[in-house]
Each structure stands twice: as C-alpha cells, then as structure tokens.
C-alpha cells in the first residue's frame, strides 16, 4: 500500500512537474516575441566581463541560435523545451541571413527538483553545423557535434583546444554565464511560426538564403554586430 501510494506521489509530482514545462508562459511565443526576446538575450551576454571567447567564435561563425527560454521541469525525471530561431552568417562579409524558427527539446534523469528558465545561445562553427539546420530535425551529439561554449578573454583557452565542435553552446540563467551542454537535445524546425512570419510555406535551407533585412530583425543583427565588437576582450 504505502509503495502504491509512494508511486503515485513520484508519478503526480513527474506529472505536475511536466505540465509547468507544458504550459510555461515563455513557450508559444509569436516569431516577434521570439525576436525581441532574442535582442535581450545578445545584450545581457554581451554585458559579461568573460564573453570575449564567445564573442571570438560568432566573429567567424557561420551561423547562430538564440532560445531566449530553455524551460526544464523535472522531479528526477524531467524535461526541457524552448523556442528560439537561427540566423545564418557570411563571416566573409558580415552578413545575416534568416531568421529561420525553431524548437529545442531535451530530457534528464537524477536528482533534480523543480522549474528553471535559462536562455541559449549557439555558435555554429562550419559548414557541416549549417548544413543540419537546412533539414526539419536532428539530434545534438549525435547527428552533429556540440561542445559546451569555452568562455574568457580568448577562445583558445576553451577545453576544446583545437576548437573543433560545429556547435557551442552557452546559457545564461540569472546572471550567470557559462558554456552549457546540449548533447541529446533535439532541434525541430517551426514549420508553423517560419511560415506566418515569411507569409508562404518556405523551408528551411531557402529561409537561409534570404538575407536578414525587415526592419524587425534589425535590433538583434545590431546586437550581434556590437557582440562581435567585444572579440579579444
């Protein structure tokens, strides 16, 4: 009886847990919420004394993905969620392209109670990176490499010494700021939200080659541009 009860206790709490996930205010948001939550995302990391390293990698990146709510629920067994989009980039000329939309899902098991938001930023080192985000779906660490995102004043002081991943990652929850892990999330292309703010079902890989140029967008290619300025700091 009392291990009956037991399980239903972990199953309801897994359950509530999960549905906070579900119904998080930062999820469901429009392709402009998307941006402008984006912007601020791009400014708060920018602020951060020990961004130069992450500011050395989207100076050359190919591309970049921002989720300005990575919403994790657990009670041992949890789960994670965000909504975000993709920008793709000539370093060559300092070019933006997109912005294309997108989900990220993730699940987790140990010891871990309760809801927490941080927000994602993911640099997109080479071509072989770009190339994933042209498709509709695809599993990080195991359809590509992704390593958690070095962070100080040179990003060749990472861990990754030879800076090799097509993807690094970083987050920033409440201030702190730091490279992430995302290996077994999963990236899902927004059909739905790509197609209301292009005005036309369009997929992904000709949303890249559309340069970024509506007005809306311009705030976070200005943020990004004034991160790049922070290189070698």
Same mark, same amino acid.
């Given at each position: 009886?009392?291990?009956?009860?037991?399980?239903?206790?972990?199953?309801?709490?897994?359950?509530?847990?999960?549905?906070?996930?579900?119904?998080?205010?930062?999820?469901?948001?429009?392709?402009?919420e998307?941006?402008?939550?984006?912007?601020?995302?791009?400014?708060?990391?920018?602020?951060?004394?020990?961004?130069?390293?992450?500011?050395?990698?989207?100076?050359?990146?190919?591309?970049?993905?921002?989720?300005?709510?990575?919403?994790?629920?657990?009670?041992?067994?949890?789960?994670?969620?965000?909504?975000?989009?993709?920008?793709?980039?000539?370093?060559?000329?300092?070019?933006?392209?997109?912005?294309?939309?997108?989900?990220?899902?993730?699940a987790?098991?140990?010891?871990?109670?309760?809801?927490?938001?941080?927000?994602?930023?993911?640099?997109?080192?080479?071509q072989?990176?770009?190339?994933?985000?042209?498709?509709?779906?695809f599993?990080?660490?195991? =359809?590509? %490499? +992704?390593? !958690?995102?070095?962070? &100080?004043? #040179?990003?060749?002081?990472?861990?990754?010494?030879?800076?090799? @991943?097509s993807?690094?990652?970083?987050?920033?929850?409440?201030?702190?700021?730091?490279?992430?892990?995302?290996?077994?999330?999963?990236?899902?292309t =927004?059909? %739905? +939200?790509? !197609?209301?703010?292009? &005005?036309? #079902?369009?997929?992904?890989?000709?949303?890249?080659?559309?340069? @970024?140029?509506?007005?809306?967008?311009?705030?976070?290619?200005?943020?990004?541009?004034?991160?790049?300025?922070?290189?070698?700091?």
């Amino acid at each position: 009886m009392k291990e009956t009860l037991s399980k239903k206790v972990i199953v309801s709490l897994v359950t509530l847990s999960l549905l906070l996930l579900l119904t998080a205010p930062a999820l469901a948001a429009t392709a402009n919420e998307r941006i402008t939550s984006s912007v601020h995302v791009v400014r708060d990391m920018s602020k951060e004394e020990d961004v130069g390293a992450m500011a050395d990698l989207v100076k050359s990146a190919k591309g970049v993905v921002i989720v300005p709510n990575y919403v994790k629920a657990a009670f041992g067994i949890g789960g994670a969620r965000g909504e975000g989009l993709i920008l793709r980039r000539d370093p060559a000329t300092n070019t933006w392209f997109g912005p294309g939309f997108l989900s990220v899902t993730g699940a987790s098991i140990g010891l871990q109670i309760g809801v927490q938001s941080t927000a994602l930023l993911l640099v997109v080192t080479n071509q072989k990176g770009m190339d994933r985000f042209y498709g509709d779906k695809f599993k990080l660490g195991a =359809d590509i %490499d +992704i390593a !958690a995102g070095p962070v &100080g004043r #040179s990003a060749g002081a990472a861990t990754d010494v030879n800076l090799q @991943a097509s993807i690094y990652s970083y987050s920033i929850n409440k201030g702190l700021f730091a490279g992430l892990s995302l290996s077994g999330a999963m990236m899902t292309t =927004d059909h %739905d +939200i790509n !197609a209301t703010y292009w &005005g036309t #079902s369009i997929n992904s890989r000709d949303i890249l080659q559309k340069k @970024a140029s509506a007005a809306g967008i311009q705030p976070l290619i200005s943020a990004l541009n004034d991160l790049i300025k922070r290189s070698g700091q």
